[in-house]
DNA sequence: ACACATTTTTATCGAATGGAATAAATGTTA
DNA sequence: TAACATTTATTCCATTCGATAAAAATGTGT
């Protein structure tokens, strides 16, 4: 935590409360009208605060999205790890093909339930969307990056390719197609403003949710399967 | 255009002008920084005119931005129109199957080059993909969507996809099986802020961006023909 | 050249913003 | 209970913001 005047090794339980309070607000707030479009005040108001509380528990409004980035980034790690280490094991074993793209398959399944299947997963969602920094440095370090769960996923479909094909795939066209592959999911998180246009509802719970895990599990399996080394040598 | 104290039908080309200034500036710095990021005066001082210019010619700044909405949807439809009309001529005739993926295929390649061929693509790209209106209406009123290229792109896909499994597919979940496939494409401009971190590199011109349509070529091409009516029962 | 139209410019406004400083209220522990 | 720690609340600041009004400058047509 940046610079807050608050020490969090001896901090009141009470603090502790107002504190994730006013994150679960920001959150939303930040992912519904983006960090230039929030005031501090807003986020007080909705949080019961006054806007003093925000430089204090976070130092200034740039530390209290900091924080709200460290929040989704622990929830989402939280919801897909095991399925990434799951794959991740399969990967450094001598799996076979069908294991890996199941598990593959797998892992895009938790990122939809993190993304999709309830009312605090479309706000962390929404927050992810609309990544804006009042900085330059609009964007999450690399090393950060690195170390979360998109990383992971991008990381182990480069690693499936090489697999798949038998390492006759280029490096970069590798990580083309990977990005390519999960656009096939990220893309309703990505349209979530307009789900309601292209979808005819913006909710994506329940059977639409079994639905939609169906279809990105269909089309990411043919797609794996047309990589694979001995298939169509025209291809 | 809403409301501006200037009058289109009688303006001089100077004023023509200079509002086109305006509004190139302005597309590039709402891209960048999003609509409340940016000050009208940032504006103003980077088009070279007085803060005052942007309500003489747009009426306010939410004016200005409906006029950079206007402009790229414009450059849009130009750029991918020709495509879709071929498209849509193949869906309303007795087209074989493999016309109508070539002819979709023909479409996501006119898209990909609006993405990404250019630095101007990229700035206009860049401004569709920051789209954070001031108002609870941030969204592209649905009857102005429904004219625009991606409910054309998208209303093509259902098409196909209905011809292609010979009407077996529901209603619902052709919508969203479109959606997947063009997200294939789709996800490298929403993904614009890290491409550099996936990719390792964030222009994807010339040989890269031929490497694209070939990709998403190819995955699109395997899906439609996993959608055939006649193909694999057990599937 | 002059009258009129358009565009640019200057000066100003009220409101909102992120934040600082300080005091008051509440919690914890001996 | 009192001393100390933490948290909450009030007051205030300087700056920035979108916008208005009016004047000055420039363009157009007869």
Redesign the interface.
């Given at each position: 935590m940046t610079g807050a005047r608050r020490k969090t090794d001896s901090g009141y339980a009470r603090g502790e409360e107002t504190r994730a309070r006013i994150i679960q607000v920001a959150l939303a707030l930040f992912g519904e009208?983006?960090?230039?479009?929030v005031s501090t005040r807003d986020i007080a108001a909705q949080a019961g605060v006054p806007a003093p509380s925000l430089q204090y528990y976070f130092d200034n409004k740039e530390g209290l999205y900091a924080a709200c980035i460290a929040d989704v980034q622990a929830s989402a790690m939280n919801a897909v790890g095991p399925a990434l280490d799951n794959l991740e094991r399969l990967l450094a074993s001598e799996a076979s093909d069908n294991q890996l793209i199941d598990g593959y398959c797998a892992v895009l399944e938790s990122f939809a339930d993190f993304l999709f299947a309830s009312p605090d997963a479309a706000r962390r969602a929404l927050f992810i969307k609309?990544?804006?920094m009042?900085m330059k440095s609009?964007?999450?370090p690399?090393e950060q990056?690195?170390k979360g769960p998109g990383?992971r996923l991008?990381n182990c479909c480069i690693g499936i390719i090489a697999r798949l094909s038998g390492g006759s795939t280029s490096e970069?066209?590798s990580?083309?197609?990977?990005?390519?592959?999960?656009?096939?999911?990220?893309?309703?998180h990505?349209?979530r403003?307009?789900l309601?246009?292209?979808?005819?509802y913006d909710e994506i719970t329940g059977d639409?949710l079994a639905?939609?895990k169906r279809?990105?599990r269909?089309?990411t399996t043919?797609?794996f399967k047309?990589l694979k080394r001995p298939s169509k040598p025209q291809?």
């Open positions: 009208h983006g960090f230039d479009g609309r990544r804006i009042p609009a964007l999450m690399r990056w690195a990383a991008h970069e066209e990580r083309m197609t990977a990005v390519a592959i999960n656009g096939q999911l990220l893309t309703f990505f349209s403003d307009h309601d246009y292209v979808l005819g639409r639905m939609l279809i990105v269909r089309q043919l797609v047309g291809r």
